[in-house]
């Protein structure tokens, strides 16, 4: 499963960004998509997730900020990243879980600074 992802930027803090990741494989064939962030000298940490049902997670530093949502039409998941702070500032990675593992997209950089 190939997963592309796009929409980060640079955007001052309390501002909005939307991330985009389209994967190549219908999504009744994934369980669950989700994205993760790896900010300078940190390690990859959950961000949030989606499962096939619709039911959401969010770590709880983004809860009230970020929403992801689904288009099974277009096979795309996306986060919606409003109120931007400083500490938002990583590479977020799109994530998709099936049969065969877990695939990841390349990452989009997103940089939240004044």
């Known amino acids: 499963v190939q997963l592309q992802a796009s929409g980060g930027g640079l955007v001052q803090p309390g501002g909005s960004l939307r991330l985009s990741c389209k994967a190549s494989m219908s999504f009744r064939r994934i369980y669950a998509m989700g994205w993760y962030r790896q900010a300078p000298g940190n390690q990859r940490e959950l961000v949030t997730t989606?499962?096939?049902?619709?039911?959401?997670n969010y770590t709880d530093s983004v809860k009230g900020r970020f929403t992801i949502s689904r288009d099974n039409v277009r096979n795309t998941v996306y986060l919606q990243m409003n109120n931007l702070k400083p500490e938002d500032t990583a590479v977020y990675y799109c994530?998709?879980?099936?049969?065969?593992?877990?695939?990841w997209g390349q990452g989009t950089q997103v940089t939240v600074s004044s």
């Open positions: 989606t499962t096939s049902a619709g039911v959401a």
């Open positions: 994530s998709a879980d099936h049969v065969w593992g877990r695939s």
